[in-house]
């Protein structure tokens, strides 16, 4: 252990529906005020008593959450700027504000209306939503017709199937894992629609190796976190749950998938023995892990960069069911961005709380102390939290 | 497979990107590299990533690479890109650097890494793009011969 160590936890949690359809009817601002509120409320605390804010990367400013929630007195803000990584990612800062009485809760919140704002559809069909992607993805990618997220993570799964052996029945076990987690959460967009493999195989192709089923939801909705010093964490009812490890990671170079010398070194491959690191704590330690599931071959490539297995093995890995309830280490339990909804990362976070404080009924892991959390933001920028429950302490 | 990919979203054509698309209306690839330590490198940047020189020429490529991976799309993703199949690739060109860039005129299933492909810039209408096809083979169609589009202004070369 190093460090910043158990030095933050997560003491509050917050979620607000997440839909698709007729959407949520409420704005993204009024989405992560919600979530907001009730994960400030989870954490026995009042908005007054915020003074750290880690703005959401898209769509609403912290200026504007600070002046609708009252936070009068903010110390300390910040905005990671990684996309899905993000949510993971501001727990760092989150950590180094507590830790150094620089603030004394922080609230980190994510989300939007993905589905009715910004959806894949309206991306495809309105070019002025292109202006946030980095000039090199602007000038070299898009002209080539590579656009869109699936075709650039399509390039490095296609490669790694080549490479390692990796098949469409590895990518469809996270499909699957994530589809039957989901049936155990009525919170989920896919909650009471089962998938098969042969719904899966059925499912038409989008880009290479990747299927309509590969893909994650785009959804509306948000959700929140707030961490304090440990030690503060006297107000929340809950058990704590400590944020052992936490580090980033880049890719290098971060812009251009291409052009790095190791098609498979990503964020997270440098951003892992970090965070081990810091929590004395390794993979082998986790008793389940939620791994942002952009598509279905990043959960895979994650689970080997994240050291769960060996470059190469992880279609060994998840191909027996070991990534499902009651296997060997449980993955995204809440049916994740695959089945779930599509939160930024952050509901990622609020899962793996939720299962460290012992709440997450039927899709309860069980004994669950030690969980494992992913970010992916944009080109494979990485985040990970390795989170730590007292639950059995303290019961 | 669809061999023609319409016209993209527009690049800056601004600084290096105006002078790596310049090139190519003149069916060149050129990549920079390095007069220090002779590292080539796409995409083009102020500084060398690998020693941080700032100086460079620009250096003409043969056209040649291998085949490094790929994606054939088959549900339109952009606007611009509604005539499906079409293949994107990554292509190690015999330089050095990597590059991404549409794979026209190839059969999915002949695809593998490795494959010799060669240089074809293409324009369906706006900037000259890079674009690569199989070689070895008899590939060439004159539909793959560049096609710089009049109608889209680039500078002249200083």
């Not at chain 1, 601002?29 to 994960?39: D, H, I, K, P, T």
């Not at chain 1, 192709?205 to 893909?215: G, K, N, V």
Request: hydrophobic share 40%; with cysteine.
């Amino acid at each position: 252990m190093t460090g910043l160590a158990d030095q933050g936890a997560i003491v509050g949690i917050g979620e607000t529906a997440y839909s698709r359809g007729t959407g949520s009817g409420l704005s993204d601002l009024e989405l992560l005020l919600l979530a907001s509120r009730r994960a400030i409320s989870d954490a026995g605390l009042e908005p007054r008593d915020i003074d750290g804010l880690m703005a959401p990367v898209m769509a609403v400013g912290g200026d504007d959450l600070a002046a609708n929630l009252g936070l009068a007195d903010l110390r300390f803000t910040g905005r990671s700027m990684m996309g899905g990584a993000a949510a993971v990612a501001s727990l760092l800062p989150a950590v180094m504000a507590v830790a150094t009485g620089t603030a004394t809760a922080v609230l980190v919140p994510a989300g939007l209306n993905l589905y009715s704002h910004f959806r894949a559809k309206t991306v495809a069909s309105r070019s002025d939503v292109e202006s946030p992607l980095p000039p090199a993805v602007r000038d070299y990618y898009l002209p080539a017709g590579a656009t869109a997220p699936p075709q650039w993570y399509a390039l490095m799964a296609q490669r790694h199937m080549i490479e390692y052996g990796t098949s469409e029945l590895d990518l469809a076990a996270v499909a699957l894992a994530a589809r039957r987690h989901a049936q155990l959460n009525e919170r989920a967009i896919m909650y009471g629609r089962p998938m098969t493999l042969e719904d899966y195989l059925a499912a038409p192709m989008i880009t290479t190796p990747y299927r309509l089923l590969d893909c994650c939801l785009d959804t509306d909705g948000a959700a929140a976190v707030v961490v304090t010093a440990a030690d503060h964490s006297a107000a929340s009812r809950h058990p704590r749950v400590l944020i052992s490890g936490v580090a980033e990671g880049h890719p290098h170079p971060a812009d251009d998938i291409a052009g790095r010398t190791d098609s498979f070194t990503i964020g997270l491959t440098l951003a892992a023995p970090r965070a081990y690191e810091m929590a004395g704590l390794g993979p082998q330690d986790a008793d389940f892990a939620e791994i942002y599931d952009c598509f279905t071959f990043e959960v895979l490539q994650q689970l080997e960069e994240a050291g769960f297995c060996g470059r190469g093995e992880s279609g060994a890995f998840v191909r027996d069911g070991g990534i499902e309830l009651g296997g060997r280490l449980p993955l995204n339990t809440h049916g994740g961005l695959l089945s779930e909804a599509h939160v930024m990362g952050m509901s990622h976070v609020v899962e793996a709380v939720r299962q460290l404080r012992g709440t997450a009924g039927d899709r309860q892991v069980e004994g669950a102390r030690v969980g494992v959390v992913t970010g992916w933001g944009d080109l494979g920028d990485g985040s990970i939290a390795v989170l730590r429950g007292e639950r059995s302490a303290r019961s | 497979m669809n061999d023609s990919p319409a016209v993209g979203p527009t690049p800056s054509l601004e600084g290096f990107t105006a002078d790596f698309y310049r090139w190519l209306h003149d069916g060149e690839l050129r990549v920079q590299e390095c007069d220090a330590c002779h590292f080539r490198r796409h995409i083009p940047r102020v500084l060398c990533p690998r020693c941080a020189g700032d100086a460079w020429h620009w250096h003409r490529c043969t056209g040649d690479g291998r085949l490094y991976s790929w994606t054939t799309t088959h549900r339109p993703l952009h606007p611009s890109f509604t005539a499906t199949p079409f293949t994107v690739a990554i292509v190690e060109l015999d330089e050095g650097p990597r590059i991404v860039a549409p794979l026209l005129d190839c059969d999915e299933g002949d695809l593998r890494v490795g494959l010799p492909v060669r240089l074809c810039p293409h324009s369906g209408g706006g900037p000259v793009i890079p674009a690569f096809t199989a070689r070895g083979e008899a590939m060439t169609t004159p539909g793959h011969t560049p096609r710089p589009d009049r109608k889209v202004r680039i500078n002249e070369r200083p």
